[in-house]
């Protein structure tokens, strides 16, 4: 028999960019009885998470919450709009947009892939620019749908959607726009009706602090519009019948009774410290994370600031330096799980999740962390990035911590 | 702000036939620190869980195990062994074996839906001599499988799936066998390997005692090599890239860290109690049950004593009672639900769930319950089925409680 | 090793009359994390339970929360009152009026210990006339305190506090009146003002619903008096210094954290409830109780109507029977936990707990638990005392569950 | 209703040196279910914990634990020991060895309080040769009992036991030894039988790293004999009967069952990672700080090198700096919680913790958040403690983590 609760002694740092750590408040809440997922209790919850979950997807329009973990969530956007054989044009930031463009294809899709060469691409946003060009030049709308991922887990960058609708519709296309933000959501800024967006996926296990297990498809009228007459088979994933009884607070097949519990709690934490300071300390952990990098001496993943990620930081090591032993290193020594190099990135960077329920101090154990591991994997740094976060941080205004009445 | 930790003074009893009551200790395990799944931690969870379940389904095959519930499963038997437009030959036992029938018309494939007629079909179980002559008749091998549901939730009977693969043998035909034992497995005598069957489905919320949001598909050789040429889309519920990766303990995409923490604690409790034990458990309370229900001169739904399941009885109400009114009755004076009649059955039974975390008390709790509710709501009973009950079960030799050292 | 985290399979039923089952709400409650006992939260916390649990006592005095057990605020009263050698009358209700006298003779006072003879004292309530008698006999004042047990956890009696009041006053004796509810409290009506108790003592494990570890003394004017002159020597029980500190919400040493945040989460459930239909539901399912003991053909162990508990119902098990050997057999077959009997009544009767988090489907399994562990003790019943109990509950009229909003 | 399931964004850092914070695995062992104390699964319970603590005390007496906090242990072994007007010798270490003596006056003892003059005293630990010196002074042995603390938690200095058990032996004097070793205990070397000490006292709430609630009393077979003829008045404290009935696993007044869950949990958890794994963690993580604190140009509060305690470290603050407003900034700005000064001290010092689930990088966070708070305060420091800390950590070598299997 394995022992599931060990604790080597003292809590462990789980600073990859998620699963996040989940708030013991929300363990907590999911350990409240399951209850009759027919029964009238169930409607009060489903009709108060189907309401919150709106707030943080900034819209106004229908969520599908699935119970099913993330890359479901991913299927179910394809399979609800689209038709098999449909061209679909997809933006390579990084590994995710890669698995993303590979599920396109299992499912029969023709996913057309672009983005900036090498790893290049890997260390910028997506190129609005190059979306609309090759919109303008799609003069048969052959095209049916734009996919991109707002923030790229594996490199650390958050690209600009408003700036993808823009592009669209400068191009005067007829293309669904689908997004990714199974990382970004609740942490990063996103405004799935202001943006326009046709179908944003997203999970729980990020910035919504829950365990993985829950994910959402936000739509628009126009990505209903078009599930109406999309071919590709579907069932557990089709939006209309969950859509339909979800107005009065039930699903059609068994929800996750526990999660849901662990979502609603988690709405009340967020919706408590208000989505925009919620953002705004994602911000401000994120700027201090990078300026201990940049101190240390090392390249920040994402080469350009506009679209620096708030959820985490990708830190490429130097030449001939393993990442990976870096991150064992530091998992041995210092009881801290760092996330591993995906893809092309293999070895080269490791990933520092600062998302969630992240504060000054847990982000300083992470860093002071990093640097000691750093050093003891033979890394030579600049300066301390610790003592240059820490620089940072106290200099930042916030509003001093009250005590809840 | 609502208030999900609410009580009403005293336990609720959670008596539908699941989701069933969660134990505080499987609660407790879910609440284990969420860890990273791609680290070293998680591979030990992965092997002992992926182990252990084979031995729930009594098989040596792989278990594929879905962050996702139960319906997800349906469809992913489906969509890996079947391509688009093939028929499927599927037996109504009840609303379950009805819905899953959608399902497969929702994929694209032809189910073609035998049975006995009317509400007759759903008081016995599949009958295999109906299959057998089905599959003789196609000569030209056109059905590519057989589906049907052990355990039929909506109406409590428990068909024989050992004379469905006898059915299937003597015809000589080579279509598949897919069963639904979403709540049979675990409570109900189930054997993958020695019946033959090809793909398994189950879920986490019934007689593993977990909350929803995890499912099964356990399958065999003949089901992995049909898998290679079936043509029906799939990404998400893709057996190949999940059993490649399961070799050492990992998932594809993110899995449910805390419900698999769940899962080891739910393998842990049956298997010390002995699977064997766990079914005999739930014969003896279903026993128990039935005799009540003659007791009070009440009709179980299942009319064929060889099927009555172990999980749940079906309770018809005497003609121009509502049941759900009775429901209601029951909910509202002693805090306990019962499961409603579903599609045909809809206002004419109630279903008492006796599965999962269930012993002696909770079930007498459970029918004295019921016995009051049948008379406030204005039911007369012939006789006290509680007394009866109380008869058989203070009659049935158990071994005695030991304590754990 | 040791495994705690054991269940047989299904629910124990622990129905013996306290520590009584904790709901899952308050363990919840009792897992938040531990907070600086000189924080600014913690004033929050105290003030609020300092303030809930004087309604609980029906009092507008001071209540003083122990980090210690019931015992210990025993001794608490006592010490705080009394000097070396004080005569205290004491009156003999059953075994925990028998251990407080072994107390005050450990302390060095000279408790006068009156009562019924044999087990007649065992079976009904505290005689005021006799204290009254007692008191007017003693003109020169030697008395200096009368201690009564109020609901005698041994016996299942509530005696009549008002008449001790009345007996003492109607004498004209100066005595104080020390008043032990540790069992009733919050089960059974108390009302520490109306009734004039100087000192009422109780705990946190039975109408509270807390885990042991917590207990009280609350105090009257009269008392505080008493104390400026006592001589017994104390310190940890002292009074003063807790009541001056706890004006601002702290304790003068460290108080139970988590067991306070249990307390917190006990008084919203009760006070949510309102405390008299907390009585009544105790009083339902008492009388519930003694009608089903009555069936039987046993004899309740109180013998006086006016003193029934509504906590406790003691069972007298018939000549020759072993009461012990049919708990043994009741635990080992129905995993049911019952009280044994005490003292005096060793061997000779059971008694069946039927309070906190009770309701009539939990006092209907432990009916039913009794009923059929009689049978198989090979006790003649001379009726279903669970179909009997069942009429009862099923005439009372008591609001329809409400879902909380 | 207040709100006590409230968090600010992210984890609070509870630093003060004790109550430390409780970990997770503790907190769900408190919510196995209340058992009945006097029912055969108790027994186990009973009989694990009392034999593993006295690993914890290293002693093969008695260890008597009581169901309340530790200030009553302070006076349960002063009760059980001493008799009214008893003489006894009491160091001055520091605030709480001054509560003691208050205590032992309000008990009716004669302490007799030796130490350095000034805060001199409260910056350096028991000097053995006083003691020494004032035992062959009182030839004609009026002293019953030398009372000193193990490690004083308001100073952060822990003092040579086996130094004063040397001293009263070289003086040939038969007075008791009791040692208060309630936050040294699990966290600073203790040797109750090799340093022939008669009564250690101490509580949960620190190196066990439970909530308050629990205390204990190891004895000496001089103690009990002692008890025999003692005569201060005591019942709930009492030894002998306890002792009696722990023979078997019982109490014999009810215990506090649920944190008797948590200590048995924390034994399996001291001793899986070896008492002398843990005290060599608690001396590296208190070097480290004391490392910080110099580099910062700031004084420790203990100024002898010799008696550096493990537990906190009590730093003091420039003339000039209120370092209540210190704690206040670093509360309201970084969530974190350090000690207050007391007594002597109030206003010139705060204390770190660094105690029972600590380790290298909780400490990291907690220095980070202390040197930021420092200098929002207005503090000019040296140098960085964080780096030099870092240093000082890197250079440690310790086992690398493993994973539980």
């Given at each position: 028999m394995i022992k599931l609760d060990f604790h080597p002694a003292g809590r462990h740092f789980?600073?990859?960019?998620?699963?996040s750590p989940v708030p013991d408040r929300i363990l907590r809440a999911m350990s409240y009885p399951t209850i009759?997922?027919?029964?009238?209790?169930f409607a009060a919850l489903g009709l108060k998470v189907l309401s919150g979950i709106q707030k943080i997807f900034k819209t106004t329009q229908p969520v599908i919450i699935y119970p099913a973990s993330g890359t479901g969530a991913w299927e179910a956007a394809l399979a609800n709009t689209l038709s098999p054989g449909d061209t679909v044009l997809m933006y390579e930031t990084g590994h995710f947009a890669t698995l993303w463009k590979k599920m396109a294809e299992a499912l029969g899709l023709k996913p057309e892939f672009i983005g900036l060469p090498g790893i290049e691409g890997w260390r910028r946003g997506v190129q609005a620019d190059a979306i609309e060009a090759r919109l303008r030049a799609d003069t048969a709308h052959v095209i049916k749908a734009v996919c991109v991922v707002h923030n790229e887990t594996s490199t650390g960058v958050t690209s600009n959607i408003a700036a993808v609708r823009k592009a669209i519709d400068a191009a005067g296309h007829p293309a669904l726009l689908l997004v990714d933000t199974i990382s970004g959501l609740a942490s990063a800024d996103y405004r799935h009706d202001e943006w326009g967006v046709d179908v944003t996926v997203s999970g729980?296990?990020?910035?919504?602090?829950?365990?993985p297990g829950i994910s959402f498809n936000a739509v628009s009228k126009k990505a209903i519009a078009a599930s109406k007459t999309a071919k590709l088979p579907r069932a557990f994933w089709a939006w209309d019948e969950i859509i339909e009884m979800n107005?009065?607070?039930?699903?059609?097949y068994t929800p996750n009774t526990n999660l849901l519990y662990g979502l609603s709690e988690a709405l009340d934490m967020i919706l408590d410290e208000g989505l925009e300071n919620t953002f705004a300390r994602h911000q401000r952990l994120a700027a201090a994370c990078r300026i201990a990098v940049k101190a240390w001496g090392l390249e920040v993943q994402c080469a350009d600031p506009d679209v620096f990620s708030p959820v985490l930081t990708g830190v490429m090591t130097p030449e001939g330096i393993d990442a990976d032993a870096v991150r064992k290193t530091i998992y041995e020594r210092f009881n801290m799980s760092l996330g591993t190099g995906l893809g092309k990135m293999k070895g080269r960077m490791f990933r520092i999740g600062h998302l969630g329920e992240a504060n000054d101090l847990t982000l300083m154990a992470t860093l002071a962390g990093v640097e000691m591991g750093l050093k003891l994997s033979g890394i030579t740094i600049k300066a301390s990035g610790v003592t240059a976060a820490m620089d940072y941080l106290s200099n930042q205004k916030i509003p001093a911590l009250k005590i809840a009445a």
């Open positions: 789980l600073q990859i960019p998620g699963p009759d997922h027919r029964g009238p209790e729980s296990q990020k910035g919504l602090m829950l365990p107005k009065t607070g039930y699903w059609p």
